[in-house]
């Protein structure tokens, strides 16, 4: 799914160790497993969103149980992240849930947004829980009229996908996608995103002009890839595709 909000639990001490999990996780799928932190075992949990709109609210459950008694006594938490706490001691054994509200429209941008939200109880200092919370908002989408697109603005992209051919191993590899306002207002880039660290981009924000092109620029280290299949977001404020997935291909050899 390549629109999804996923919620990935971390464990205090063992936070480095399960980062380079978590990036596998956003390429490979859900992992089932439990974490142990102090007298507390979580179930570990992925959720695959298609849609979390700029207007929306999600909610998602940390599912857990606790081997001696403990209460939870607070929280800390981005503005857009509300949590229900339980509000009574915990009880051995028993399976409890900690419930996540997360308020898109108090996320300020649309893309990919990530944080940490830390769980506090009357255990001590080291073994407080920390939740890794990431995701993609999207724009919420809107129908327009005919007349209402001839004065908005439009975007097309191109090429798409971008063919590289064959590539040597090890070398830089710089594209150039055209952007190209086709509407009647100016045309703004909100944000871009890729998961994969061997591409690196160079975007220029301010507003494209009605009629007027822009490139987007990448450049990709093919040290260690085995072939070129690079995806990139890109979001912009246009009224006929707002999200845009763009595609670089080619071969290694």
Not at 217 to 226: G, Y
Request: with cysteine; glycine share 4%.
């Amino acid at each position: 799914h390549y629109a999804m909000l996923d919620i990935f639990l971390l464990c205090g001490k063992n936070m480095k160790k399960l980062c380079g999990l978590i990036v596998c996780c956003l390429f490979c799928g859900s992992i089932s497993a439990q974490v142990k932190v102090g007298n507390t075992i979580f179930e570990k949990m992925y959720f695959y969103q298609d849609t979390l709109y700029q207007d929306s609210v999600k909610q998602f459950q940390v599912i857990f149980t606790c081997k001696q008694p403990l209460r939870f006594i607070r929280y800390d938490a981005p503005p857009y992240i509300r949590i229900d706490l339980p509000a009574a001691p915990l009880e051995v054994n028993q399976k409890y849930s900690v419930t996540l509200w997360i308020s898109a429209h108090r996320i300020k941008k649309v893309g990919h947004f990530q944080t940490l939200v830390k769980l506090y109880t009357n255990e001590a200092q080291e073994n407080e829980k920390v939740l890794y919370v990431s995701g993609i908002v999207r724009p919420y989408p809107k129908k327009y009229t005919l007349q209402e697109l001839a004065y908005l603005p439009q975007i097309k992209v191109y090429p798409n996908p971008y063919q590289v051919g064959k590539v040597k191993r090890g070398s830089k590899v710089e594209v150039a996608f055209t952007v190209e306002n086709t509407g009647a207002a100016p045309l703004q880039i909100l944000n871009t995103k890729t998961e994969c660290g061997c591409t690196e981009w160079q975007v220029d924000t301010t507003a494209i002009l009605p009629k007027q092109k822009r490139y987007i620029r990448f450049r990709l280290d093919t040290q260690d890839l085995e072939r070129i299949s690079s995806e990139i977001w890109l979001w912009t404020d246009a009224a006929n595709l707002p999200e845009i997935k763009l595609r670089i291909e080619g071969e290694i050899f």
